[in-house]
């Protein structure tokens, strides 16, 4: 790991001071690229480095000429909101940072539930809508129940039964606000196959095997090498792989569904499939039937119950999980932040060296962070 502490981490303000940079390369406005930087350096904050700072090639790719990926990002463009009544509203990404769709999203259900108590907002024509978790948190910072149904136009996954790229991860999140009986919102997010597609981009970063289960090929074999897999090769498995992934399947058509119908957006099997990512955002006021008490009740016992358990150290967690025993959803984003906030993010090499090849590429290299220099994609 390459960083400004003694552990090799990088302090949150001068990652994101950077990729603002970065973001402002590809044409965003300098409010934007603040924005975007920010929704990144967040999810590196809290582990997920599949949906952090290593997206920045892509999306300055996508700004400035779309070809490297199958989506354009309009660097300049703003969502906006193009219906609304008391209880529901549609967010036109308008192929703007998928970001600050998503941000325009959640910000929407949460004014339109605190007023009416329920909202429903779909957002279509978004680009890479970031890490989904993040809009649950947000809502549920604000004290909202949410739930989101996201899918995308790029094709990973296969259905039961085939090896053949058929439909993308599909990934739903579910945020629950705790109020003041956790210091963090209980929050799931979740691809609707064995693993998101980010994830084999980091094991491809960093070098290492994709676990057997993951994916699959047309002789019903695995494919573990990542570098092979971001090739094209065999495809990934809905959650639940070989003995139950119908149940993933079913949930991300379900998921798939729920967001297109909900947003008015084609899914795949549509003409003109090729718009980015949409969805459907549902907020709820959980004080409608209850008061804030009863929510931090609730969850505490649930909590304290779920920490009883008897763990084993015979028995994996699985090879991403945290830690050796189950957390509530939510807890060890929280407990990963905090770490990087007082110790640096660790970002792996090869992704610290992609990003300052790209900083020498659009002539930024005084904005290379003095803990990167020297990295190069050679390292």
């Excluded at 956790?182 to 597609?197: G, H, K, R």
């Excluded at 209850?290 to 649930?302: I, N, S, Y």
Aim: net charge negative.
């Amino acid at each position: 790991m390459l960083g400004d502490h003694d552990d090799g981490g990088i302090e949150a303000g001068r990652l994101e001071a950077f990729a603002t940079r970065l973001l402002e390369a590809a044409g965003a406005p300098a409010d934007t690229a603040g924005l975007v930087a920010e929704s990144l350096v967040r999810a590196d904050l809290r582990g997920h480095h599949s949906h952090g700072t290593r997206r920045i090639p892509s999306y300055v790719a996508a700004a400035l000429d779309g070809r490297r990926d199958r989506y354009r990002i309009d660097p300049a463009a703003r969502p906006t909101v193009t219906s609304a009544g008391p209880t529901h509203a549609l967010v036109d990404g308008r192929d703007a940072f998928g970001q600050l769709a998503g941000r325009e999203a959640v910000d929407v259900a949460v004014e339109t539930a605190e007023e009416s108590g329920v909202a429903v907002v779909g957002v279509r024509d978004a680009t890479h809508l970031g890490r989904i978790g993040e809009w649950s948190e947000r809502a549920a910072d604000r004290g909202l129940l949410f739930a989101a149904f996201v899918y995308n136009h790029g094709v990973t996954v296969a259905p039961p039964g085939s090896a053949q790229r058929r439909y993308s991860t599909n990934p739903v999140s579910f945020g629950i606000p705790t109020f003041d009986a956790l210091e963090f919102p209980v929050v799931l997010d979740m691809a609707t196959s064995q693993v998101a597609n980010g994830k084999t981009a980091e094991f491809a970063a960093r070098g290492d095997p994709l676990p057997d289960a993951w994916t699959v090929t047309d002789e019903g074999g695995s494919v573990t090498d990542a570098r092979a897999f971001r090739d094209g090769a065999g495809a990934l498995l809905p959650l639940g792989g070989l003995v139950a992934g119908y149940k993933g399947f079913g949930l991300a058509m379900v998921a798939e569904l729920f967001g297109g119908i909900g947003a008015d957006a084609p899914v795949h099997g549509e003409a003109e499939t090729d718009r980015g990512c949409a969805g459907t955002f549902l907020a709820v006021d959980p004080t409608l039937v209850g008061d804030r008490g009863t929510v931090e009740d609730r969850v505490l016992a649930l909590r304290e119950y779920i920490a009883e358990t008897e763990f084993s150290g015979a028995v994996p967690t699985g090879p991403t999980a945290y830690g050796d025993r189950a957390l509530l959803p939510g807890e060890p984003e929280h407990l990963t932040e905090r770490a990087g906030r007082e110790h640096g993010i660790p970002l792996a090499p090869g992704d610290v060296a992609t990003l300052c090849d790209l900083a020498v590429e659009h002539g930024l290299e005084g904005a290379i962070p003095s803990a990167f220099d020297g990295a190069t994609a050679e390292d």
